[in-house]
């Protein structure tokens, strides 16, 4: 909408009075009695009952991920390089022309939209069609699907999306809207934000997802420094492991963090209980090895 905010398609949204004078037909417009206002209508005999419109499991499933490589280039599988200096090179999937910091040794380069989407539309219809209640295990699941790669941007959509599901399970609140928008952010977040930005997504994260939460805004003088302080204990204990990046250590180590930390501000436990142990170290060429929390004889 014009304010700046997003409206998702079959989702009921509230916008500013006069907005919706620059909307078309394709928007419905609603009373206070769920009756569409702003297109005429004629009353006829049809009295069928609209389906509801579900994502079942087996839609989920055939999510398939494009041919792409999971780890290092996408492309060819060759090793990345960060340059000091950001260049504009053509995206090898899209075509687009972009500023970036990071192309393989091949000079190819995947924009961060390229690299996620596959895996963010996963995300988004596993997480609307899951009960669990441990943000481990939901962690777990959601990257054994092909289209996560062991790395990378999704994994910023990834945690606030993560920690919601599990907080609207237990609740019994219905998180659904706040998952599309927490995805949408993490969005914003570029790759190698852990070492371009000086602040690591899967931190972010949680300061997403708590933001949703306490409804935060930058006029909010109280939810600003929750959101802003949570955000900085996560990050601290992301920062004690003198490590190149491993989005699946940083994201476990956010989540355990989150665990810990957000109970006093929601009033509700979230759990983050079941193991996880790693089974791509022997993939993961900067892996730090029994330095980690997660390599195997650690837990």
């Known amino acids: 909408a014009d304010d700046g905010k997003i409206i998702y398609r079959g989702i009921k949204t509230e916008i500013h009075s006069g907005i919706d004078k620059n909307l078309d037909g394709t928007f419905f417009e609603l009373n206070e009695n769920g009756a569409v206002i702003n297109i005429d209508q004629e009353i006829n005999c049809g009295c069928g009952i609209a389906p509801e419109v579900t994502i079942n499991h087996k839609k989920i499933e055939d999510i398939k991920r494009t041919k792409k490589i999971s780890r290092d280039c996408m492309v060819c599988g060759a090793k990345l390089q960060y340059l000091e200096k950001s260049i504009q090179q053509s995206c090898y999937f899209c075509g687009r022309k972009l500023w970036t910091n990071t192309i393989c040794t091949n000079e190819h380069f995947v924009c961060d939209n390229c690299h996620s989407q596959d895996a963010l539309d996963f995300i988004k219809s596993f997480c609307l069609n899951v009960r ?94 929750i959101v802003q302080k949570v955000t900085h204990q996560v990050l601290k204990e992301i920062s004690r492991y003198h490590a190149p990046r491993c989005c699946q250590r940083d994201c476990w180590l ?44 650690r837990q």
């Open 132 to 225: 669990d209640k441990d943000m481990i295990a939901l962690f777990k699941k959601i990257r054994a699907h092909p289209s996560v790669p062991m790395h990378g941007p999704e994994y910023h959509s990834l945690v606030p999306a993560v920690i919601l599901t599990v907080y609207g399970n237990l609740s019994g609140q219905n998180t659904e809207q706040l998952i599309f928008e927490a995805i949408h952010r993490g969005k914003t977040i570029i790759g190698g934000a852990c070492s371009f930005l000086g602040i690591c997504g899967a931190a972010i994260g949680v300061g997403i997802a708590l933001s949703l939460l306490l409804k935060a805004d930058p006029y909010k003088a109280r939810e600003r420094q």
């Open 254 to 297: 956010a989540l355990k963090a989150a665990s810990q930390i957000l109970p006093k501000y929601l009033d509700i436990e979230l759990a983050a209980e079941e193991k996880l142990i790693c089974e791509q170290f022997s993939q993961n060429k900067e892996c730090i090895g029994k330095l980690c929390p997660l390599f195997p004889g």
